[in-house]
């Protein structure tokens, strides 16, 4: 278990990738914050974790409201000493294309594909450079036929692309995987090579 000792905050950890994610790391001995806009999601999560035998802790939160989200961090970092991974993993997808797409779709699908991506990550590594480092993981989805998507998609590796160069100095490593590339196997390797 690589990542005994190990916190995680997962965020879109109540379905799909970041729920996998969540378990899988739980599984290889980290503690989990689950962090997701659904608080019945955020349960179920929690309790497939300690139904398995490992740590989590439940934080329902919007991750593209900037006031909550750094609260919802405020108060996890209370809790915990540090933070080691951040996963961003909060996905949307809209319901419609882009010709009949209105403005508020628009927004909200890049408000928290990219937006809240942005600021979870600028919290945590406000508290990663403070606390001797730790990395943060960005969850690309597949290029979609939803053209909000794949704009929040190209700006989450912008992203990752500029903060990566930013934040290396203070040992905040930044990446970006395919949803379906990214595993705990895979975070391990890079918290092993981390230290």
Known sequence: MTLQNKIALVTGAGRGTGQRLALELAQA????????????????????????????VAQPNDVSHKIATQTMLYAVLEQFPRIDILVNAAHIEPGNTAL????????????????????????????????????????LRPPSPHAAVNAAR????????????????????VKSFEADQLTAEAIEYLVIGQN
């Open 29 to 56: 001995g980290a503690t989990i914050i689950v962090v997701d806009i659904n608080p019945d999601a955020v349960q179920r999560t929690v309790e497939a974790i300690t139904q398995a035998g490992g740590q989590a």
């Open 154 to 173: 190209a700006g989450l590796l912008g992203l990752t692309e500029a903060l990566a160069a930013e934040w290396v100095p203070h040992s905040v490593v």
């Open 100 to 139: 009949k797409m209105d403005e508020g779709e628009w927004n909200r699908t890049l408000d928290v594909n990219l937006k809240g991506a942005f600021i979870v990550s600028q919290t945590v590594a406000r508290a990663m450079k403070e606390t001797g480092g730790g990395l943060i993981l960005n969850v």
